[in-house]
């Protein structure tokens, strides 16, 4: 199961997902940090260092949101670009992040030359793109040879265990099935293989998947069901879609389960990543 409809029966619609999701991001991005924030920044290093991110290397993190990546990269002396399509995510990333460059911009038609940048970065970006084929070409075209790009994405939700609790619960108290614009699977890239295809039909070579462990930790577990509401874009839009009884009930449900993971006074979810990285030959 994955948020919104089977995807399996339904073509993808590019241009209503776009506009999902780029309405879903304007909305949620003033919340992202207090939802995800402590979570998503676990896997910045790792991609980063998949990347080959160092001092001097010319850096473009793509789908940027609030400017982890880019703000890590920098850190490092690296010299960096940053793009996200939503310009609330965009001026959120400058406000926190004055001395580096964010620019609206699309993760599908990249604003810059072949040849630009020595490392590509996207930090749990794909699984919100409509057509990621094409960011993963755009990705290959603005690297110059010997260039490195990384990627992270959620894994499976019988592994990332709060889409697991969230998913579960909308199954059994709500409606798992209301309209909402297909688009591609949600765990797609959860899968090595589906990574491995995507990079090389690109042209990428020496491709890499991995786990990246990650806890997503709160001080209750009501938050868990609220993080999802504020912070997220497809499974926000199908809690929305809820009637007030199925959402109390689905609300209640994973404050239950999430509950069975507290660990003296801390509830501990595993949210582990799946981390792909591959060079441009």
Known sequence: MTPGRSEAALAPDPVAFRALEHAGWQGAARHYDDAFGSLTRQAVDPLLDSAEVRSGARTLDVASGPGYAAAAAAARGARVAALDFSSAMVELARSQNPEIEFREGDAEA??????????????????????????????????????????????????????????????????????????????????????????????FRNVDVRKVPQVWRFSASRLLFEAFLAGSVRTQALLHAQSAPALAAIRDAVARVAGEYENHGTVEIPMPAVLAAALKP
Do not use: Y
């Not at 990621?132 to 260039?147: D, N, Q, S, T, Y």
């Open 110 to 203: 990249l604003p810059f030359p072949e040849g630009s940048f020595d490392a590509l970065v996207m930090n749990f970006g794909m699984l919100h793109l409509a057509q990621p084929e094409r960011a993963v070409a755009e990705a290959f075209r603005v690297l110059r040879a010997g260039g490195r790009f990384a990627f992270t994405v959620w894994a499976k939700p019988e592994e990332a265990v709060g889409f697991g609790i969230i998913l579960d619960a909308i199954r059994k108290h709500g409606n798992p099935d209301v309209p909402l614009p297909p688009g591609p699977p949600f765990f797609r890239f959860s899968d090595a293989s589906e990574c491995d295809k995507i990079l090389k039909i690109a042209g």
